[in-house]
T-cell receptor, first 118, second 113 residues
Framework: DTGVSQNPRHKITKRGQNVTFRCDPI?????LYWYRQTLGQGPEFLTY????????KSRLLSDRFSAERPKGSFSTLEIQRTEQGDSAMYLC????????????????FGAGSRLTVL | DQQVKQNSPSLSVQEGRISILNCDYT??????FLWYKKYPAEGPTFLIS?????DKNEDGRFTVFLNKSAKHLSLHIVPSQPGDSAVYFC????????????FGKGTRLHILP
């Protein structure tokens, strides 16, 4: 397994355009998370899926944002009518139902998709 | 409402010395705490975790200490190496509730030669 894969790595778009990011998690991981990171901040939770079910959405996720995980494998995050404030790194992570010896929910992150809205 | 706080934006430490990164939290519902390390242009990578019922966990050069009464944890790196230069994020995991991971803002560690 090559880890969590995110595409595209970089996206530059004009304000008002729609963008879509894709995440391919580690195959045996049933949970998939989306986070957003801006400069000087830590990753901020956006939403997460267990298999194909979207279990929680942050209030940060306005109605312009939508995420899907149709077959419980890859996920897409779409931003409609982008605004300059949407410029950020969008991080995807996945985790296994098997917690291992630590017991913590250890997320494995992808390299992220950087969005720049002009 | 910042539930996980890392009050030092940056820290510089001489190579070979001990690096101590601090983290405070306000949410008593965290069951686990995790430290992640992030290099530029990469996603965060997991470093070490600790259960809220323990006060210490060690893995090689990395040790995490938890002071539950003070709601404070720290990550010790001994000895510090050049490859340790990165941004370190402290995070809390509310496993018994929604299992989310909530991150602090991070501390940038510079290891000086």
């Amino acid at each position: 397994d090559t880890g969590v894969s995110q595409n595209p790595r970089h996206k530059i778009t004009k304000r008002g355009q729609n963008v879509t990011f894709r995440c391919d998690p580690i195959s045996e991981h049933n949970r998939l998370y989306w986070y957003r990171q801006t400069l000087g901040q830590g990753p901020e939770f956006l939403t997460y899926f267990q298999n194909e079910a979207q279990l929680e959405k942050s209030r940060l996720l306005s109605d312009r944002f939508s995420a899907e995980r149709p077959k419980g494998s890859f996920s897409t995050l779409e931003i409609q009518r982008t605004e300059q404030g949407d410029s950020a790194m969008y991080l995807c992570a996945s985790s296994s139902p098997d917690r291992g010896p630590s017991g913590a929910n250890v997320l494995t992150f992808g390299a992220g998709s950087r969005l720049t809205v002009l | 409402d910042q539930q996980v706080k890392q009050n030092s934006p940056s820290l510089s430490v001489q190579e070979g010395r001990i690096s101590i990164l601090n983290c405070d939290y306000t949410n008593s519902m965290f069951d686990y705490f995790l430290w992640y390390k992030k290099y530029p242009a990469e996603g965060p990578t997991f470093l070490i975790s600790i259960s809220s019922i323990k006060d210490k966990n060690e893995d090689g050069r990395f040790t995490v200490f938890l002071n539950k009464s003070a709601k404070h944890l720290s990550l010790h790196i001994v000895p510090s190496q050049p490859g340790d230069s990165a941004v370190y994020f402290c995070a809390g995991n509310r496993r018994s509730r929604d299992d989310k991971i909530i991150f602090g803002k991070g501390t940038r560690l510079h290891i000086l030669p």
